[in-house]
T-cell receptor
Framework: AQSVTQPDIHITVSEGASLELRCNYSYGATPYLFWYVQSPGQGLQLLLKYFSGDTLVQGIKGFEAEFKRSQSSFNLRKPSVHWSDAAEYFCAVGGGLTGGGNKLTFGTGTQLKVEL | GAVVSQHPSRVICKSGTSVKIECRSLDFQATTMFWYRQFPKKSLMLMATSNEGSKATYEQGVEKDKFLINHASLTLSTLTVTSAHPEDSSFYIC???????????FGQGTRLTVV
């Protein structure tokens, strides 16, 4: 069974500082990996996704993530955080074309707080 | 990207009544939709997979008689919470698959409060 671990429940960074949110996954084959952001009371917005190819993926809002198969990780990064980035971030894994890239298993989320 | 619309965004109902939540894919056809439940400060848990023209597939531990799912067309899936109780209060989110199932598009979510 597939699973996702986000080790950090809460992270606080200063505005302008760099950010890295950790994500580790467990999946038997090549996974489809996603990062979503959720503002309070809102749905999910896709930041970026990885299926294959270049292991460094660029997303929206200046985010990027790197797929490292050897570490089963897909960490999210941003070089300079803005106050508007404060939100809940979810890493998710899907099963690909056969398993369904849209049937997702989510991590428990990381709450990002940005200090001005 | 594709748009998934979920309605209502917020609903309050009395204990014992039923509530219907709609999930529509506005600009694409979705043979499969998914329903998730999110508890406060928790992750999203998949409840069921909604299949157009056939019965939904429920995840282990989800009561199919309480959470009725209907997927009558390629653009609409509904979740009905029957005989709602306060413990059913939660945030419910639907998603629909994109081209080649490579991405899920999420609705805005529905905040259900049972009083």
């Amino acid at each position: 069974a597939q699973s996702v671990t986000q080790p950090d429940i809460h992270i606080t960074v200063s505005e302008g500082a760099s950010l890295e949110l950790r994500c580790n996954y467990s999946y038997g084959a090549t996974p489809y990996l996603f990062w979503y952001v959720q503002s309070p009371g809102q749905g999910l917005q896709l930041l970026l996704k990885y299926f294959s190819g270049d292991t460094l993926v660029q997303g929206i809002k200046g985010f990027e993530a790197e797929f490292k198969r050897s570490q089963s990780s897909f960490n999210l990064r941003k070089p300079s955080v803005h106050w508007s980035d404060a939100a809940e971030y979810f890493c998710a894994v899907g099963g690909g074309l056969t398993g369904g890239g849209n049937k997702l298993t989510f991590g428990t989320g990381t709450q990002l707080k940005v200090e001005l | 990207g594709a748009v998934v619309s979920q309605h209502p965004s917020r609903v309050i109902c009395k204990s014992g009544t039923s509530v219907k939540i709609e999930c529509r894919s506005l600009d694409f056809q979705a043979t499969t939709m998914f329903w998730y439940r999110q508890f406060p400060k928790k992750s999203l848990m998949l409840m069921a997979t909604s299949n157009e023209g056939s019965k939904a597939t429920y995840e282990q531990g989800v009561e199919k008689d309480k959470f009725l799912i209907n997927h009558a067309s390629l653009t609409l899936s509904t979740l009905t919470v029957t005989s709602a109780h306060p413990e059913d209060s939660s945030f419910y989110i639907c998603s629909a698959g994109g081209f080649l199932n490579t991405e899920a598009f999420f609705g805005q979510g529905t905040r259900l409060t049972v009083v």
